[in-house]
């Protein structure tokens, strides 16, 4: 049997928003925390540091000074779709909150710097933790990309008159999208969009 890839979110924003840690969180739940590595979170704060430990293995360099080898960076802009013969130790992901319309900040700031294989899972923006379930769904259950079900701007409802929308693509399991409970609550609390 192969040993479970590991995991790795290269944190790409300027600080750990509340947003970021709650699919971080997701994501140790969905892969372990033993096959999840955070990087880039060197000049962030101790307690963004200490936060992140209860969740995978934290680096403060990027990715970009590891040098891995057999490393795949999940980047929408590839032309390959990442498929279950696809046998990589590391897979790279960009920790980055989501731009409508995307940006190709994973291109700008992870693909171009790093010597390592590209792949895609769609052309769709993902939730981080979604991106994540989806590669373990892959490279790990061996499914095809085409034999997962996804579904396209959600929407969360915030009370009885409102609710938000999500235009990103989730992972549908038992009929219901992949989004941490946390989320929701986070959303109901916010204070305005």
């Not at 409508?100 to 899972?121: C, D, G, M, S, V």
Request: proline content about 4%.
């Amino acid at each position: 049997m192969n040993k479970k890839p590991i995991y790795i979110i290269e944190h790409l924003e300027p600080e750990l928003f509340e947003w970021c840690l709650i699919e971080y969180e997701n994501i140790s739940k969905i892969v372990g925390k033993e096959n999840l590595w955070f990087t880039n979170v060197g000049n962030k704060k101790k307690s963004d540091r200490k936060k992140l430990e209860k969740f995978g293995k934290v680096f403060s360099k990027s990715v970009k000074e590891m040098n891995l080898e057999n490393a795949c960076i999940l980047d929408p802009e590839s032309k390959k779709i990442l498929k279950p013969k696809d046998n990589f130790d590391y897979y790279i992901f960009g920790g980055i909150l989501g731009d409508y319309p995307p940006r190709k900040r994973t291109k700008n700031q992870l693909t171009k710097f790093l010597k390592a294989e590209t792949r895609n899972i769609s052309k769709e923006q993902m939730s981080t933790d979604n991106a994540v379930y989806t590669v373990k769904q892959i490279v790990e259950k061996g499914k095809n990309f085409n034999e997962l079900n996804f579904v396209d701007n959600i929407s969360v409802k915030l009370n009885e008159f409102e609710s938000v929308e999500l235009p990103y693509r989730y992972n549908l399991i038992k009929g219901k999208p992949l989004v941490s409970k946390k989320i929701k609550t986070y959303l109901r609390k916010k204070k305005g969009f």
